[in-house]
């Protein structure tokens, strides 16, 4: 079977249908250029054929980009020299989308060729819509849920089938930087007016549009093929482009901070493909795309953000039970996290009981989706009647019984062991004989916690990021006696908000707050060893932190963290390393919470803005006069988090690297970059890795002491992923 069919009309329009065989949208792959590529070839021979149009088989879309595993192929086709096995792929399939472009024109004086235009039905993002920018006219059904665009930056690497060049050439560098660099998506009512595409027409009469077009004779030569052609905006060498380019170049080291290697790319691609002929610019793109999948940070981005994250959003490790979608979730406590749970769950068309102890406090955590509406209503992304629907999904009350008929409760009250066994002894009288328990902790053991149920089956952890209507992760802790339905219905319920799952086994900390807790305290240890703030700080952000570890400190609350220090030692006794205590301590006692009193590591002003780092830190910490290199300051802050990853795949907690990976980057925001702890050391080496563990215990203690797992690959030159790849053998655990 083929994924491209193609049709002939009487009046010599043929249209060739794009329809990817046991997929529910299509998606491009080697055969599939090679078919699209012997249609082109047969329609262009072919005197009876006046013109083409190219659709889609799949109600509702085009496109939804490359068959990732391709660009594998590309590599290993070319066996010991894959910079070439991919250039040269690369170089083909530009050919193809060339040969649409070009339609048979003479080279020399543009005369001839067939119009061929592109219809959407929806949808088309990468390759989907790098192959309508190729064709001559660009028609888009009139759907306001699909989504064009270019989003390849998002997953590390940048459109490279041509998108980079088209796109600055029709819209000029300025115009097309939101979609090229930022992977901006608009649906097509948004993208005709950007310029993206050309016309915007009823589901019903698209086809009908596009052959009407084919047959009027129209012109057909890209205005970059045409003679005397002048880039929007100006080329790189005039006054505004040369501004142009000079702004985009700070703008993406300052996004960036150097990190990232496929922002840098497109820009060169973009910057050297403007001062070129259009054939020329296409192989400068080709080129730059090649160095960038060449670059370990780009397979680690694309493995993890897209390949590992799709998976596990698919149910990659959901025990094998039936269904169990949820119907209607009770959500117990109408706080900041109870209310952000609420709107998430109501957005998915789920029905809600929101519960508190008071009719003020439920209705204000009710509210949360009032407000959250209204800025969507504000910014023409919502609608009142949208907006109607969502609240009336929502029941806000303070009465338990209205609790009877939930499938699925999600506990969101005080962070306190007895506070939350009273309400699952309450709830769990009310509820009926198949209702999950869900209790939504950050620290506190599922298996302690669910001693307080009477079926600790049906109990289970479920770990929200906050806020939560912002953050893409979700942590399922499965405790002792945790059993698959409890997991299936938490990775269903997940599933049907849009976040992503992994699921781990219940030990303190669980695993995100595992891995982020080495991560504040190393930064806090550093300070007060005499390291300047500002280098700790900026060390973070220039391996690719979103924050620095005093910043998130601030923003989480020094409280939280006094809370947790607190409770830690308690747990661990003598065990505990309380070298960080110190000054987060001190921090607490002079009233200095963080953000939320507008004074923590950071000043702040009135409004709550960040104005600098506080001098009281460097007052009570002199600052060294001999100051760490900067790599040392960022190994140390990554590996006080990997060497966690590593030790909660050890003991089992973790139990899918993928998991650790996903998570790392959705869940604090682990260095993007990188693909995530496991995938770092395996850009690193496990040789090298071991041996700058036992550099770093060497100089600051044994929180850096190489865990057994890792010498253990390093003395057989193993990686994580080519040991573990989808998952943990038993060797690990």
């Given at each position: 079977?083929?994924?491209?069919?193609?049709?002939?009309?009487?009046?010599?329009?043929?249209?060739?249908?794009?329809?990817?065989?046991?997929?529910?949208?299509?998606?491009?792959?080697?055969?599939?250029?090679?078919?699209?590529?012997?249609?082109?070839?047969?329609?262009?021979?072919?005197?009876?054929?006046?013109?083409?149009?190219?659709?889609?088989?799949?109600?509702?879309?085009?496109?939804?980009?490359?068959?990732?595993?391709?660009?594998?192929?590309?590599?290993?086709?070319?066996?010991?020299?894959?910079?070439?096995?991919?250039?040269?792929?690369?170089?083909?399939?530009?050919?193809?989308?060339?040969?649409?472009?070009?339609?048979?024109?003479?080279?020399?004086?543009?005369?001839?060729?067939?119009?061929?235009?592109?219809?959407?039905?929806?949808?088309?993002?990468?390759?989907?819509?790098?192959?309508?920018?190729?064709?001559?006219?660009?028609?888009?059904?009139?759907?306001?849920?699909?989504?064009?665009?270019?989003?390849?930056?998002?997953?590390?690497?940048?459109?490279?089938?041509?998108?980079?060049?088209?796109?600055?050439?029709?819209?000029?560098?300025?115009?097309?930087?939101?979609?090229?660099?930022?992977?901006?998506?608009?649906?097509?009512?948004?993208?005709?007016?950007?310029?993206?595409?050309?016309?915007?027409?009823?589901?019903?009469?698209?086809?009908?549009?596009?052959?009407?077009?084919?047959?009027?004779?129209?012109?057909?030569?890209?205005?970059?093929?045409?003679?005397?052609?002048?880039?929007?905006?100006?080329?790189?060498?005039?006054?505004?482009?040369?501004?142009?380019?000079?702004?985009?170049?700070?703008?993406?080291?300052?996004?960036?901070?150097?990190?990232?290697?496929?922002?840098?790319?497109?820009?060169?691609?973009?910057?050297?493909?403007?001062?070129?002929?259009?054939?020329?610019?296409?192989?400068?793109?080709?080129?730059?795309?090649?160095?960038?999948?060449?670059?370990?940070?780009?397979?680690?981005?694309?493995?993890?953000?897209?390949?590992?994250?799709?998976?596990?959003?698919?149910?990659?490790?959901?025990?094998?039970?039936?269904?169990?979608?949820?119907?209607?979730?009770?959500?117990?406590?109408?706080?900041?996290?109870?209310?952000?749970?609420?709107?998430?769950?109501?957005?998915?068309?789920?029905?809600?009981?929101?519960?508190?102890?008071?009719?003020?406090?439920?209705?204000?955590?009710?509210?949360?989706?009032?407000?959250?509406?209204?800025?969507?209503?504000?910014?023409?992304?919502?609608?009142?009647?949208?907006?109607?629907?969502?609240?009336?999904?929502?029941?806000?009350?303070?009465?338990?019984?209205?609790?009877?008929?939930?499938?699925?409760?999600?506990?969101?009250?005080?962070?306190?062991?007895?506070?939350?066994?009273?309400?699952?002894?309450?709830?769990?009288?009310?509820?009926?004989?198949?209702?999950?328990?869900?209790?939504?902790?950050?620290?506190?053991?599922i298996t302690e916690l669910a001693k307080a149920s009477v079926r600790p089956?049906?109990?289970?952890?479920?770990?929200?990021?906050?806020?939560?209507?912002?953050?893409?992760?979700?942590?399922?802790?499965?405790?002792?006696?945790?059993?698959?339905?409890?997991?299936?219905?938490?990775?269903?319920?997940?599933?049907?908000?849009?976040?992503?799952?992994?699921?781990?086994?219940?030990?303190?900390?669980?695993?995100?707050?595992?891995?982020?807790?080495?991560?504040?305290?190393?930064?806090?240890?550093?300070?007060?060893?005499?390291?300047?703030?500002?280098?700790?700080?900026?060390?973070?952000?220039?391996?690719?932190?979103?924050?620095?570890?005093?910043?998130?400190?601030?923003?989480?609350?020094?409280?939280?963290?006094?809370?947790?220090?607190?409770?830690?030692?308690?747990?661990?006794?003598?065990?505990?390393?309380?070298?960080?205590?110190?000054?987060?301590?001190?921090?607490?006692?002079?009233?200095?919470?963080?953000?939320?009193?507008?004074?923590?590591?950071?000043?702040?002003?009135?409004?709550?803005?960040?104005?600098?780092?506080?001098?009281?830190?460097?007052?009570?910490?002199?600052?060294?006069?001999?100051?760490?290199?900067?790599?040392?300051?960022?190994?140390?802050?990554?590996?006080?988090?990997?060497?966690?990853?590593?030790?909660?795949?050890?003991?089992?907690?973790?139990?899918?690297?993928?998991?650790?990976?996903?998570?790392?980057?959705?869940?604090?925001?682990?260095?993007?970059?990188?693909?995530?702890?496991?995938?770092?050391?395996?850009?690193?080496?496990?040789?090298?890795?071991?041996?700058?563990?036992?550099?770093?215990?060497?100089?600051?203690?044994?929180r850096f002491a190489c865990p057994a797992l890792l010498r253990e690959m390093a003395d057989k030159g193993q990686s994580?992923?080519?040991?573990?790849?989808?998952?943990?053998?038993?060797?690990?655990?």
């Amino acid at each position: 079977m083929t994924d491209f069919t193609m049709k002939t009309d009487a009046d010599g329009v043929a249209t060739i249908t794009w329809d990817t065989v046991g997929k529910s949208m299509n998606v491009m792959n080697q055969q599939g250029f090679m078919d699209l590529d012997a249609l082109i070839d047969q329609v262009l021979a072919d005197d009876a054929v006046k013109g083409v149009i190219i659709t889609s088989g799949k109600e509702g879309s085009f496109a939804g980009g490359m068959d990732l595993n391709i660009i594998a192929k590309m590599k290993e086709s070319a066996g010991d020299n894959p910079a070439k096995g991919l250039m040269e792929g690369l170089m083909a399939s530009h050919a193809i989308l060339r040969k649409i472009e070009r339609a048979g024109m003479d080279p020399k004086t543009n005369k001839g060729g067939k119009p061929i235009a592109c219809a959407m039905q929806g949808t088309g993002l990468g390759i989907g819509f790098e192959i309508p920018l190729s064709c001559h006219r660009i028609f888009v059904a009139d759907n306001p849920k699909a989504k064009i665009g270019l989003p390849e930056i998002m997953v590390g690497i940048f459109p490279g089938m041509g998108g980079t060049t088209r796109l600055v050439r029709k819209m000029g560098a300025m115009a097309a930087s939101p979609y090229l660099l930022e992977g901006k998506l608009l649906n097509p009512a948004k993208a005709k007016s950007a310029g993206l595409v050309d016309e915007v027409v009823p589901a019903d009469e698209l086809l009908s549009a596009a052959k009407a077009w084919v047959l009027s004779e129209p012109t057909i030569v890209k205005p970059w093929d045409e003679k005397g052609y002048k880039m929007p905006g100006g080329e790189p060498y005039h006054p505004a482009g040369f501004m142009t380019y000079v702004g985009a170049s700070a703008m993406i080291n300052g996004k960036t901070q150097g990190v990232y290697p496929a922002a840098k790319a497109l820009l060169s691609a973009a910057y050297e493909g403007a001062m070129v002929p259009f054939d020329t610019a296409i192989k400068v793109e080709a080129r730059w795309f090649t160095n960038v999948l060449l670059n370990p940070s780009s397979e680690a981005m694309i493995r993890s953000l897209f390949i590992n994250k799709e998976a596990l959003e698919k149910g990659a490790n959901r025990p094998d039970v039936a269904d169990q979608t949820v119907k209607k979730v009770g959500v117990l406590g109408a706080g900041m996290m109870g209310a952000g749970i609420s709107l998430v769950s109501a957005l998915a068309g789920i029905e809600v009981v929101l519960i508190d102890r008071d009719q003020a406090a439920a209705d204000k955590g009710k509210d949360y989706t009032t407000a959250y509406m209204d800025k969507g209503i504000s910014r023409k992304k919502a609608t009142e009647e949208k907006k109607e629907k969502v609240l009336g999904l929502i029941n806000a009350t303070t009465d338990l019984d209205a609790l009877k008929d939930c499938d699925l409760i999600v506990e969101a009250v005080f962070e306190d062991v007895g506070v939350k066994a009273e309400m699952t002894k309450k709830v769990e009288a009310i509820i009926g004989d198949d209702a999950i328990f869900a209790t939504n902790t950050s620290t506190l053991p599922i298996t302690e916690l669910a001693k307080a149920s009477v079926r600790p089956d049906q109990f289970i952890g479920i770990h929200f990021f906050s806020p939560v209507d912002k953050m893409l992760l979700v942590e399922i802790i499965r405790g002792k006696e945790t059993g698959d339905v409890a997991v299936a219905k938490s990775l269903d319920f997940v599933r049907q908000i849009r976040k992503t799952p992994i699921v781990v086994n219940d030990e303190r900390f669980f695993y995100a707050n595992r891995c982020i807790l080495p991560y504040v305290n190393e930064g806090v240890r550093m300070l007060q060893e005499g390291v300047a703030p500002a280098l700790i700080e900026n060390a973070a952000k220039l391996v690719g932190m979103p924050l620095g570890p005093l910043q998130l400190t601030d923003e989480t609350s020094i409280d939280l963290g006094v809370k947790i220090a607190k409770a830690t030692k308690a747990a661990m006794g003598e065990a505990y390393d309380d070298s960080a205590d110190e000054l987060i301590f001190w921090m607490a006692d002079e009233g200095r919470l963080g953000r939320k009193t507008k004074a923590g590591f950071y000043e702040y002003d009135e409004k709550g803005k960040r104005t600098g780092l506080w001098s009281g830190l460097t007052e009570r910490y002199a600052e060294a006069e001999e100051q760490p290199e900067l790599v040392e300051v960022q190994h140390r802050l990554l590996f006080s988090q990997v060497l966690e990853a590593v030790r909660a795949l050890e003991e089992g907690v973790l139990m899918d690297i993928r998991e650790g990976d996903v998570g790392a980057i959705l869940g604090w925001g682990f260095a993007p970059w990188s693909g995530g702890p496991f995938s770092w050391l395996d850009i690193l080496g496990a040789p090298y890795a071991a041996e700058r563990c036992d550099q770093l215990t060497a100089e600051f203690g044994d929180r850096f002491a190489c865990p057994a797992l890792l010498r253990e690959m390093a003395d057989k030159g193993q990686s994580f992923y080519g040991r573990f790849g989808a998952g943990v053998d038993s060797k690990a655990a």
